[in-house]
C-alpha cells in the first residue's frame, strides 16, 4: 500500500498564497528545499495540478545541469538533486483538457487523468507496489483529495510571517490528528505533519 503526501508551504497565518495568487510571500529556503528532496527520495510517483505542473515544468529541468553558484540559491546541489529526480519520476496531471507538448522536457514521463477518473486511478496506485505518491503545492488538487480521504499525510512548512489575506491553505473543514513536528534544519521554517481523522 503506497501513502499519499502533500507537502506544502503556508504563512503562519495559514495562507497558500498571497493576493492575486503570489507565491513570493511564502518562505521557500534552503530548509523547504531540503524537505522537498527527502520526499522526492522516497516517491515514485508525483501527482499535480495542470497550473503547478506548467509551472514546474517551466523551471526544474533546467535546474539539473547548471553548475553549483553559491549567489544564487536556486542552483544549490539540492535543488539540482531535487530536478534530476523530478525528471525522471512518473507524474500525473490532473486536468480535463491539457495536453502535454511534445516539447515539454517532462513529456516522457507525464500522463494526464481527468477529474472524474482521479479517484479510480489513484485508489488504484496507492494499492499497488512501489514509493510515496507526492502532491507538490497544487493546493486546489489537496483539498480535492483530503475531502475524498485519499491523504495520508499533509506536511505543511509553516513560514514565520503573517500576512493578514490571500489564497487559504484550506478550501473546506478538515479533521487532522498531528503525528510530528519540528524546526527544519538551517531555516526559519517549522514542519508540521498531519494525518487525517478517518471513520469517526
Do not use: C
Request: glycine share 10%; net charge negative; aromatic share 8%.
Amino acid at each position: 500500500m503506497r501513502s499519499l503526501i502533500v507537502s506544502n508551504a503556508i504563512t503562519l497565518d495559514g495562507f497558500f498564497a498571497g493576493v492575486g495568487g503570489d507565491p513570493l510571500v511564502l518562505n521557500l529556503d534552503a530548509g523547504f528545499d531540503a524537505h522537498n528532496l527527502e520526499l522526492m527520495r522516497g516517491a515514485s510517483t508525483v501527482l499535480l495540478g495542470r497550473a503547478s505542473f506548467e509551472l514546474f515544468s517551466s523551471f526544474w529541468p533546467m535546474i539539473a545541469d547548471v553548475p553549483e553558484d553559491p549567489s544564487n540559491p536556486a542552483l544549490s546541489a539540492v535543488n539540482r538533486e531535487f530536478s534530476r529526480l523530478y525528471r525522471d519520476v512518473p507524474k500525473i496531471v490532473v486536468s480535463d483538457g491539457y495536453v502535454v507538448p511534445e516539447d515539454n522536457p517532462w513529456h516522457g514521463t507525464t500522463r494526464v487523468v481527468r477529474g472524474k477518473d482521479l479517484v479510480p486511478v489513484l485508489t488504484a496506485e496507492k494499492a499497488g507496489d512501489g514509493g510515496d505518491i507526492v502532491v507538490f503545492a497544487s493546493a486546489a488538487l489537496w483539498n480535492r483529495l483530503l475531502a475524498e480521504g485519499l491523504v495520508d499525510r499533509l506536511d505543511l512548512v509553516v513560514g514565520p510571517v503573517a500576512i493578514g489575506e490571500g489564497v487559504p491553505a484550506f478550501r473546506s473543514a478538515a479533521r487532522l490528528r498531528p503525528v510530528g513536528a519540528a524546526l527544519i534544519p538551517d531555516s526559519t521554517n517549522t514542519l508540521l505533519q498531519y494525518a487525517p481523522v478517518r471513520g469517526e
